[in-house]
């Protein structure tokens, strides 16, 4: 259950569905696995897993959700090697040529073959409502799988009011300037030991930077040269270490021994008693992450807009 990346988005309005009207909804979608001529699936799926049935799970202010999806797995290379074949044997057997209207029927043929012995691979993506302060919060590294969470959602209610969080100043900015000159991280973070830096302009050069102390004269010449942080290690508040790219997506995101040490204290004797406090302890350390980093990031700006 807990996160390994982060994608958040903010709410422009507040998340007005209680937990049993939201599951109410979901059920709409509920996860069902892929038919005999289905290439993918996706639906919710229950958060607790076998533990439990229900498509949400509340905790305080905050409510969990979990989408499924099921692909089955068709490698262009069979599919075209099938073509080149049925291709093949039409124009020996019948003496002519086939052309590139035809073969797309023949490809769509073949495909509608091939699906029912397709395997197929399953991927579970966990995201939450933070409906006090006003974040989705999705355990995603690319933005492509955290809306297809999103569209999902939005398809269920109706509408999902939310935004990328409209930062006063681009990631690249703040991030740059804490490895700048007389280098200043706002607390409660501190610098880890990886960054990315990056030359402006889709065809400029890219320095990787990977178990190294940060503020070193090399780090400074590139930044006085015109690079910028596009990546950056960070540690908050002794409770995760993280990197986050200029983006905003946080990744490689990992949970320290406080967050354990506070876990120890809670006597859990179910899974679903163990998933509670697991997520009660998760949500609310991170509502204080993305609070705290939003704020070093230098704030959100008033511009809002209804998804």
Same mark, same amino acid.
């Given at each position: 259950?807990?996160? /390994?990346?982060?994608?958040?988005?903010?709410?422009?309005? %507040?998340?007005?569905?209680?937990? /049993?009207?939201?599951?109410?909804? #979901?059920?709409?979608?509920?996860? &069902?696995?892929?038919?005999?001529?289905?290439?993918?699936?996706?639906?919710?799926?229950?958060?607790? *897993?076998?533990?439990?049935?229900?498509?949400?799970?509340? &905790?305080?202010?905050?409510?969990?959700?979990?989408?499924?999806?099921?692909?089955?797995?068709?490698?262009? @290379?069979?599919?075209?090697?099938?073509?080149?074949?049925?291709?093949?044997?039409?124009?020996?057997?019948?003496?002519?040529?086939?052309?590139?209207?035809?073969?797309?029927? $023949?490809?769509?043929?073949?495909?509608?073959?091939?699906?029912?012995?397709?395997?197929?691979?399953?991927?579970?993506?966990?995201?939450?409502?933070?409906? /006090?302060?006003?974040?989705?919060?999705?355990?995603?590294?690319?933005?492509?799988?955290?809306?297809? $969470? +999103?569209?999902?959602?939005?398809?269920? #209610?109706?509408? =999902?009011?939310?935004?990328?969080?409209? #930062?006063?100043?681009? %990631? &690249?900015?703040?991030?740059?300037?804490?490895?700048?000159?007389?280098?200043?991280? %706002?607390?409660?973070? =501190?610098?880890?030991?990886?960054?990315?830096?990056?030359?402006?302009?889709?065809? *400029?050069?890219?320095?990787?930077?990977?178990?190294?102390?940060?503020? +070193?004269?090399?780090?400074?010449?590139? =930044?006085?040269? *015109?690079?910028?942080? @596009? /990546?950056?290690?960070?540690?908050?508040?002794?409770?995760?270490?993280?990197?986050?790219?200029?983006?905003?997506?946080?990744?490689?995101?990992?949970?320290?021994?406080?967050?354990?040490?506070?876990?120890?204290?809670?006597?859990?004797?179910?899974?679903?008693?163990?998933?509670?406090?697991?997520?009660?302890?998760? @949500?609310?350390? =991170?509502?204080?992450?993305?609070?705290?980093?939003?704020?070093?990031?230098?704030? $959100?700006?008033?511009?809002?807009?209804?998804?």
């Amino acid at each position: 259950m807990w996160f /390994k990346n982060l994608i958040f988005y903010r709410f422009t309005k %507040p998340f007005e569905w209680t937990s /049993k009207e939201l599951e109410e909804k #979901l059920t709409e979608k509920r996860f &069902s696995g892929c038919g005999s001529q289905d290439i993918s699936s996706f639906g919710w799926v229950p958060p607790l *897993g076998r533990h439990g049935d229900m498509l949400t799970h509340a &905790s305080g202010d905050f409510v969990m959700i979990c989408a499924k999806k099921e692909e089955k797995i068709l490698p262009a @290379s069979v599919i075209k090697d099938a073509l080149e074949e049925k291709v093949e044997t039409i124009e020996q057997e019948e003496q002519r040529e086939v052309f590139s209207k035809e073969k797309k029927a $023949l490809k769509d043929d073949i495909l509608m073959e091939l699906l029912p012995r397709a395997f197929t691979k399953h991927q579970k993506t966990l995201a939450y409502l933070d409906t /006090k302060e006003g974040w989705l919060v999705v355990d995603a590294s690319s933005f492509k799988k955290a809306e297809e $969470l +999103t569209s999902c959602l939005r398809e269920c #209610l109706g509408s =999902l009011p939310i935004i990328n969080p409209p #930062l006063k100043n681009l %990631p &690249s900015a703040p991030m740059t300037q804490w490895l700048s000159e007389n280098p200043t991280v %706002p607390a409660p973070f =501190l610098l880890g030991d990886e960054c990315d830096l990056r030359e402006p302009g889709d065809e *400029g050069g890219q320095i990787n930077v990977r178990k190294q102390e940060l503020i +070193t004269e090399e780090i400074q010449a590139h =930044l006085e040269g *015109g690079m910028q942080v @596009s /990546k950056l290690a960070l540690q908050w508040d002794e409770a995760q270490t993280f990197v986050l790219s200029d983006d905003l997506i946080v990744r490689k995101l990992k949970f320290t021994e406080m967050i354990q040490d506070q876990l120890d204290e809670v006597e859990a004797e179910t899974a679903a008693e163990q998933f509670d406090a697991d997520f009660a302890v998760m @949500s609310l350390s =991170l509502r204080k992450l993305i609070n705290d980093l939003v704020e070093a990031l230098g704030g $959100l700006s008033d511009v809002s807009a209804e998804a």
